[in-house]
Nanobody
Framework: VQLVESGGGMVQPGGSLRLSCAAS????????MRWVRQAPGKGPEWVSG????????SYADSVKGRFTISRDNAKNTLYLQMNSLKVDDTALYYC???????????WGQGTQVTVSS
């Protein structure tokens, strides 16, 4: 199993970024997926999750209305569109393969998102 995130970077408050997560080594369409972030000095924070087919999505209150999770099962790729970014969104963002509702068993290496003026 391999998960490789990309698309992070530095952006000003109010800006946008689109993260991608390329999956390989397993049948991507059989698994729910999620994004988790970790800010400096803080524990991991679940950001968003998506069902196998993409029809069911969920978001942390902190990002609801600003972030959109999606997936392309034909391309084995997970996405996170982040709009109206805030300084508090600064973190290392990981994609992970979901196991049940509350757990994940494989994680990527993370992509850094920095929101700063």
């Amino acid at each position: 199993v391999q998960l490789v995130e990309s698309g992070g970077g530095m952006v000003q408050p109010g800006g946008s970024l689109r993260l991608s997560c390329a999956a390989s080594g397993f049948t991507f369409s059989n698994y729910g997926m999620r994004w988790v972030r970790q800010a400096p000095g803080k524990g991991p924070e679940w950001v968003s999750g998506i069902s196998t087919g993409g029809s069911v999505t969920s978001y942390a209150d902190s990002v609801k209305g600003r972030f959109t999770i999606s997936r392309d099962n034909a391309k084995n790729t997970l996405y996170l569109q982040m709009n109206s970014l805030k300084v508090d969104d600064t973190a290392l963002y990981y994609c992970a393969r979901s196991v049940g509702t509350w757990s994940a068993d494989y994680w990527g290496q993370g992509t850094q998102v920095t929101v700063s003026s």
